[in-house]
Each structure stands twice: as C-alpha cells, then as structure tokens.
C-alpha cells in the first residue's frame, strides 16, 4: 500500500520549473556564418565567466544567463567590435571578476611580480653557492 | 641513537601546526562562506540608453526617460518563472504602499505567463519592459533575478540589492529610496 502510494507519488511529481521557456537566444547556440568572427568569439567566450555558475566559462554553462551574453558577444563581433572592447565593457560592468583573464591591477600585481622576485633570489642564493664550491 | 638534533626539535611539529592551521581555514570559510554575489560596478553612475516594449497589457514599456524625471524610482529586474520574484511581491506591494515608484524590467517572459504573475501574486510595478535576450541586464551589471535598483531623479544608480527583498529589508530599501530624494 505504502510502496504503491510512493510510486504513484513519483510518477506524479513534477519538476519545479526555474527557468524561462521562452527559446534561446538567436546566437546563444548558433555560430557565428563567418568563421574568423566566430573563432574570435569563441575565443573571448571561453574567458568569459558565467555570472550565474561562477565556474564555469560562458561557453560551457548551459544557463540561460550565459546563452544570452553569447548571443550578445556574437552579435558585437559581428557588428565589427573587437573582442577586447567587449571585455572592457563587461568589466566596466561587473568588476574583474567577471574576466578569466588576469590583468595587472594596483591589486594583482604581487602576483606577478613575486615569481621574478623568487626567481631573482635563487639566482642570487645559487650563484653564491656555485662559487663557493668552485673554490 | 635516537638523539635528536636540538635545532630541528621544533620542526618536528611543523607539519602538525600547517595541518591545524589548514583546519582552521577550512572551518572558517565552512561556517562563514564568502559572499560570491557579483556585484554591479554602475552605483554612483548614470542609467544606460534603453527602451523596452510593454511586457504584458497590464502596464507600459519602460524607457530610460522614464526613469530621469526628478523623481526615485525602484526598478526591479524579475520574472514570471523566478520562484524568489514571487515571494518578493508582498514587499514590493509593501513599498508601493509607502509611495515608491516600483518599476520592472521582466528578463524572458511571455505576456500570458506574466497576466498570471500578476494574478497569483500581485502587480505593484506602474510600468514594465520585456528584456528577452537579458541586454539591459548586462548594460546594468545586474547577474540574476531578482534584482532591484534603486535610481534617483536625474537617472543615476544609488544602489543595488542583490536577491528577493525579505519583509525585515523593507525599511531598508525605503531609507534607500529616500536618501537618492535628498
């Protein structure tokens, strides 16, 4: 009784349904007709982040946030923009954090600096120690 | 035999200390998770450009213009299928009630999905544009549904709350909306 109630229940039940059925966008899924436009907006997409699914790059995520920014990266390469002017725009937007690609900022740049200090330091530690074997 | 050098004593509970301080770590970010709301970069900046068609019958479009006539104005980024846009709408009707212009930009919807929106749970908004490829969601720096903006009088963003407004945040985005009117 109790199983055949569960089941009917399952069979019953219907998703909740948290997403928009209206189609995607024209671009979302549809590349772009010249390919060069569309390598070029392929490339920028896949270092573009999902602002819903923040792991994932807009090229991967299959939600509908990110079909639209495809659709709308696609259209302004057609359009002749360059991909780098979008990712101006987006960031002017939304912050760095909406770019995969690092840029150096008065907050990144110990990122970038430190493996040359390190670098430098080794040369430095090795050296001294190369010598003093050498004698 | 098992003499251990003096100097490297302490080292031996090196590995011990870096696991305890990984723990640590670990269990902060567990009990305290990092906001990962994206937020807009555009308060303290003027809307951009936009005209929007009426999303349903029940209201008119939306337009830049409409929203830079000297007076504030919530816009509120929804949709019909946005489960948290419905549980918002008691608090958008509570604001309303105090005298806030509650504006909506609805982020791909269908006008028959809207009607019944508005039907099951409310239509405080005086206008709303349809947004279906989510542009004037990105031209805000807006990440999700449901958002709200409030703007001032000559069209400048003051400020940004990101998810549904609970009932305790509707004193909150009413001193909002009346400081951008100072």
Same mark, same amino acid.
């Given at each position: 009784?109790?199983?055949?109630?569960?089941?009917?229940?399952?069979?019953?039940?219907?998703?909740?349904?948290?997403?928009?059925?209206?189609?995607?966008?024209?671009?979302?899924?549809?590349?772009?007709?010249?390919?060069?436009? +569309?390598?070029?907006?392929?490339?920028?997409?896949?270092?573009?982040?999902?602002?819903?699914?923040?792991?994932?790059?807009?090229?991967?995520?299959?939600?509908?946030?990110?079909?639209?920014?495809?659709?709308?990266?696609?259209?302004?390469?057609?359009?002749?923009?360059?991909? +780098?002017?979008?990712?101006?725009?987006?960031?002017?937007? &939304?912050?760095? &954090?909406?770019?995969?690609?690092?840029?150096?900022?008065?907050?990144?740049?110990?990122?970038?600096?430190?493996?040359?200090?390190?670098?430098?330091?080794?040369?430095?530690?090795?050296?001294?120690?190369?010598?003093?074997?050498?004698? | 035999?098992?003499?251990?050098?003096?100097?490297?004593?302490?080292?031996?509970?090196?590995?011990?200390?870096?696991?305890?301080?990984?723990?640590?770590?670990?269990?902060?970010?567990?009990?305290?998770?990092?906001?990962?709301?994206?937020?807009? $970069?555009?308060?303290?900046?003027?809307?951009?450009?936009?005209?929007?068609?009426?999303?349903?019958?029940?209201?008119?479009?939306?337009?830049?213009?409409?929203?830079?006539?000297?007076?504030?104005?919530?816009?509120?980024?929804?949709?019909?299928?946005?489960?948290?846009?419905?549980?918002?709408?008691?608090?958008?009707?509570?604001?309303?009630?105090?005298?806030?212009?509650?504006?909506?930009?609805? *982020?791909?919807?269908?006008?028959?999905?809207?009607?019944?929106?508005?039907?099951?749970?409310?239509?405080?908004?005086?206008?709303?544009?349809?947004?279906?490829?989510?542009?004037?969601?990105?031209?805000?720096?807006?990440?999700?549904?449901?958002?709200?903006?409030?703007?001032?009088?000559?069209?400048? *963003?003051?400020?940004?709350?990101?998810?549904? *407004?609970?009932?305790?945040?509707?004193?909150?985005?009413? $001193?909002?909306? $009346?400081?951008?009117?100072?």
């Amino acid at each position: 009784m109790m199983r055949s109630l569960l089941i009917a229940a399952l069979l019953a039940a219907a998703p909740v349904l948290a997403d928009s059925t209206l189609p995607p966008a024209p671009y979302a899924n549809v590349q772009l007709e010249d390919p060069a436009q +569309e390598a070029k907006a392929a490339a920028l997409m896949a270092s573009l982040r999902c602002l819903q699914c923040q792991g994932q790059s807009i090229s991967d995520s299959d939600a509908q946030i990110a079909g639209d920014l495809r659709n709308q990266v696609r259209l302004r390469i057609k359009a002749g923009e360059d991909p +780098e002017a979008i990712r101006a725009w987006l960031i002017d937007r &939304y912050g760095d &954090y909406v770019s995969y690609a690092p840029r150096v900022t008065t907050l990144t740049w110990p990122l970038f600096a430190a493996p040359l200090a390190l670098l430098a330091l080794a040369f430095v530690l090795l050296r001294r120690r190369f010598t003093r074997s050498a004698a | 035999m098992t003499a251990v050098p003096t100097g490297s004593r302490w080292a031996l509970w090196l590995p011990l200390g870096l696991f305890a301080g990984f723990v640590a770590v670990v269990l902060f970010s567990l009990l305290k998770p990092a906001d990962r709301a994206v937020k807009s $970069a555009m308060i303290g900046r003027p809307l951009p450009q936009f005209t929007l068609a009426a999303a349903s019958a029940a209201q008119p479009g939306l337009a830049r213009a409409d929203l830079a006539d000297g007076k504030v104005h919530l816009l509120n980024i929804f949709a019909s299928w946005c489960v948290p846009c419905a549980v918002e709408g008691p608090q958008l009707q509570a604001l309303r009630a105090r005298g806030v212009d509650v504006v909506g930009v609805a *982020i791909r919807d269908k006008p028959d999905d809207l009607a019944r929106f508005f039907a099951q749970h409310g239509n405080p908004f005086s206008r709303v544009g349809a947004d279906n490829v989510s542009a004037i969601q990105f031209a805000l720096g807006s990440s999700g549904v449901p958002e709200s903006f409030v703007v001032d009088g000559r069209g400048v *963003i003051r400020y940004q709350h990101i998810g549904d *407004i609970r009932a305790d945040q509707v004193d909150m985005i009413a $001193a909002k909306v $009346a400081e951008a009117g100072r």
